[in-house]
């Protein structure tokens, strides 16, 4: 009772889910009774669930915890029991009995005495929990009620019973989605009808997906037996078994078996069983780059530039950026950048997509919305290097009507700093696109196939010919790379020994008038 498992917290975050979905689809009906707290401090049900064992301690607990624990019992016992979560009248709810005569009275006092109830004005209002036995089992032939503070049985048209918010045992738990209005004497109680019952798990679904009793099925054809998985019923990831046979005999002579889902992308295995071989197909694990196609990059936070990500395409680079100090996490290679909000800066002081038309020689800037705006200001430079710069080369349209206009002077500056910041750009741009060739390069030289395939003069649809010339001239280039390093290694043990030859030719001749010093040296060069 202290913790839950694994799969208690799923269901927990499962019923917690299903509680949101409950409230925002029908806010006027009550929360479910799903995951209350128990002695321990551990979700349970109502608000506070004492376990069934401390109830059986203390012999005391409300009627909620008395329904758990006789629907346990009744489960135990192998009858179809539910714990009812409702509303009852007032004498059942407070376990008042003083208004009802003794059992072993005649009829008509009872019937007396029930006329003398007063209103209740809280009617409809007090929640209480009982238990439902199915006739499903134990030879139960109707349904009915039991009250677990007294344990006596009722009918499931009781007007002691006044509505069902909802029920639930050990395997599912169930919304109510009946009218209750004129109490539950009306009620039907299937709870495999999703019209009248809303499971918070659907089992039933899952059976579904199995697609075959059991999750498989075989099919036995002439000289061959098919089988079918369900998905995810396999281990391995097995979806579809082909055996072949040789004869009626049985004999087993080939095997297909196609996968779905697995880890080495293995998608097909044939295994022959006359030439004793086998065959794995594998998906394409990862997609190569090839020139004209899209390409998405992703880099390391490392980077001083903050680049994170770079996207290209066959006219146009997109790239990515945080944390830079200049508030830019975005640049288009026509080129277009976008800042994040400066909140040093006012809005419309504070740029937020700055394009540079290059063809058109043109520089347009696109400012952050103000507050309580519907419109952006901007403001557009003609760069054209031909003419002294004038006023009405700007085009700019403000939203702050109030605020002075910039001077020509400080236009003049402002387009200054977009030309030095245009070069700037254009320069990174042009190292990102070396970056780029300098790295594509360096993958053609790891490809060793490369060069082969230039002499070759095809790069693409080989034929089974060509295929077979690259393979031995492949292979003969292999030998003649390690006949070369057997050649280098030879010739260096050829020199290796040739010193230590020397060496010691030079030991024997001059052994008697060494020091100790050079003889120390001589084992150290011979060791």
Known sequence: YRINSISEIRLLAIADNFQHQYSHLFPDRKLLLLCPVNECGVKSQPRHLFSSTTVLKRQRATCFEFATLLCSLLLGSNYDAY????????????????????????TEAKEQESELRPADHLRGLRVHCWVLVLARSRRVKENFFIDPLTGNSYATDSDSFLGIESMWNNLNYYVNMQ???????????????????????????????????????????????????????????????????????????????????????????????????????FKLRCRSLTAGTEQEMEFSNARSDGLVRRKLTPHEMIETFEGRSDFLYYRHQR?????????????????????????????ELTYHLMDYRFSLSRRTFNISTSQKFKADMVCTFQVDLSEMPLGTLALFDMLVALKTHKENVAEQIGKSVEEEDEKQLQEQKKDILTSLLIQLGKEEDLSPKDAKKIYQDCLAEMRNRLQMKANLIQKCYEEETQRLQTKQQWYQKSQLHLSEQEKDNYQTYCF
């Open 83 to 106: 714990c009812v979560s409702g509303y009852a009248i007032k004498e059942m709810c407070l376990l008042d009995q003083s208004l009802q005569e003794c059992p072993l009275l005649d």
């Open 179 to 281: 009218d209750c209005s004129n109490g539950c004497a009306e009620m039907v109680y299937d709870v495999e009808d999703l019209k009248m019952w809303e499971p918070m798990l659907y089992g039933a679904t899952s059976k579904m997906e199995n697609r075959w009793p059991g999750g498989k099925t075989v099919i036995r054809y002439r000289k061959s037996k098919l089988e079918r998985f369900a998905p995810g019923l396999s281990s391995v990831g097995l979806i579809t078994r082909l055996t072949t046979y040789k004869d009626l005999e049985t004999e087993v002579a080939l095997v297909k078996e196609w996968y779905q889902d697995r880890k080495d992308h293995l998608e097909e295995r044939e295994v022959n069983k006359v030439d004793n071989f086998m065959t794995e197909c």
């Open 335 to 363: 080129v277009v950048e976008r800042f994040h909000r400066n909140k040093s800066k006012p809005a419309n002081n504070d740029v937020a997509k700055r394009i540079f038309l290059v063809a058109q020689q043109q520089i």
